[in-house]
């Protein structure tokens, strides 16, 4: 079984679910679903997410971009003392408070659409408040309520009727930035075993950052938004997964692929 990170809703890059995984051996099991966790640090957040139901050892970890931290602490929980989990990242990346701001504006934009004529509130100050995550994420959750209510009333809506649909759009915001406040608080131990970072051409070759012993690289000539799609990324994932995720004596019945040169 494979445990798959990567954060739902529409983007332009292809999803960790192209890659078709599930068509080679692997059941794969999508672990971010809702309802998402409400913690305000990486090893909390996996702590929340496998705190119902935690999977046995999975025979590795995928994740997607700003969820390779979350896998690292998931990879903690569910490894055994001397049977650390294999990762498998792609386009891996930290989240910096710039990062959490450009998604603040992008949201806002995205809640105050094309309203005529809306009042807009000062913007918050995500940088500052950044020190203190519960109160900038319960001041989020505020601010886009009011910023929902003022777009609806600019087009005539008002009133009880509006509650429903605005917290229905607001609670999906909030779920997205506390994900990256979340990503962003990610210290922790390093990843005891083996990790594959899978990277777009253009895409920093940093992910000394995980703290990884076991790290290897492979470098897609592809841009970012078809990685996930990419044969070559598919390829280079299943030789990994092939060769330390799964008994030597165990296939993966996936159709010839091909060894991808490694480095770093």
Same mark, same amino acid.
């Given at each position: ?65 700003? &969820?390779?931290?979350?896998?690292? =602490?998931? !990879?903690?929980?569910? *490894?055994?003392?001397?049977? /650390? $989990?294999?990762? @498998? #990242? ?57 910023? &929902?209510?003022?777009?609806?009333? =600019?087009? !005539?809506?008002?009133? *009880?009727?509006?509650?429903? /649909? $605005?917290?229905? @759009? #607001? ?57 996930? &799609?990419?044969?070559?990324?598919? =390829? ?29």
């Amino acid at each position: 079984m494979l445990l798959v990170l990567d954060y739902p809703g529409r983007r332009p890059e292809a999803h960790i679910s192209e890659m078709h995984l599930d068509r080679c051996g692997f059941e794969c099991a999508e672990v971010l679903t809702s309802p998402m966790p409400t913690a305000f640090s990486t090893p909390e957040y996996a702590g929340q997410l496998f705190a119902q139901r935690r999977p046995e050892r999975p025979a590795a970890l995928v994740a997607y971009c700003a &969820a390779a931290p979350l896998a690292v =602490a998931a !990879g903690a929980l569910l *490894a055994g003392p001397a049977d /650390p $989990v294999p990762i @498998v #990242v792609l386009d891996p990346q930290q989240t910096p408070p710039s990062e959490i701001l450009h998604e603040y504006h992008e949201v806002v934009r995205q809640v105050e659409g094309k309203a005529p004529d809306v009042e807009r509130p000062p913007l918050l100050d995500i940088e500052g408040l950044l020190a203190t995550p519960e109160t900038l994420v319960r001041l989020i959750g505020a601010d886009l309520r009011e910023r &929902a209510r003022l777009a609806l009333a =600019a087009f !005539g809506f008002g009133g *009880a009727d509006v509650s429903g /649909p $605005v917290e229905g @759009v #607001v609670g999906v915001y909030v779920e997205w930035l506390t994900f990256l406040v979340a990503a962003h608080y990610d210290a922790q131990p390093p990843p005891r075993g083996p990790v594959l970072q899978v990277i777009s051409q253009g895409h920093p070759d940093d992910a000394g950052w995980l703290g990884a012993a076991d790290l290897r690289t492979v470098r897609i000539p592809c841009d970012r938004p078809e990685l996930a &799609a990419n044969a070559q990324a598919r =390829a280079a994932v299943l030789d990994f997964l092939q060769r330390v995720a799964l008994p030597a004596s165990a296939g993966t019945g996936h159709e010839g692929s091909t060894r991808t040169g490694h480095g770093g």
